[in-house]
C-alpha cells in the first residue's frame, strides 16, 4: 500500500507542476504536458513493480499503438471552427472519436 501511495504522490507532483507552471509559461508546460508522462512513469513504475521485461515490451507496444488511436479525440476539435461546431457538440464528437479509437486499439492489438 506505502508503494501504491508513493505512486500517486509522485505523479501528482509532476501533474500539478504542469498546471502550475501553465499559467507562468504556458508554451512550457503545454511542451511537458504533451511529454508521454503518463506512459514514461507506467512503464517505469510497471518494470521496477514487477520485473518482467516481456510484459513491460507488451505493455509499451501497446502504449505505441494506443497514442494514435487515442490522438482521434482531437480531430473534432481540429475542424470544429470551420464546421461552426459548438463546445458540446464537439466535445461528444470527440469522446464518438475516442471510442473507434479505443476498438481500433483492441483490434491492432490483438496479435501482441
Known sequence: MLVFCLKILFSS?????ASWLS???PQLAGFIVALPLVSIISLAFSYIE???????IIFAKSILIGVPASLLFF???FFAKNL???FLTTYFL???F???GFFLHKYFTQSL
Open 23 to 25: 499559467f507562468k509559461k
Open 75 to 77: 480531430v473534432p476539435f
Open 50 to 56: 514487477h520485473k518482467d521485461l516481456d510484459k513491460t
Open 94 to 96: 470527440a469522446l464518438t
Open 84 to 86: 461552426g461546431l459548438n
Open 98 to 100: 475516442l471510442i473507434v
Open 13 to 17: 507532483i509532476i501533474i500539478s507542476f
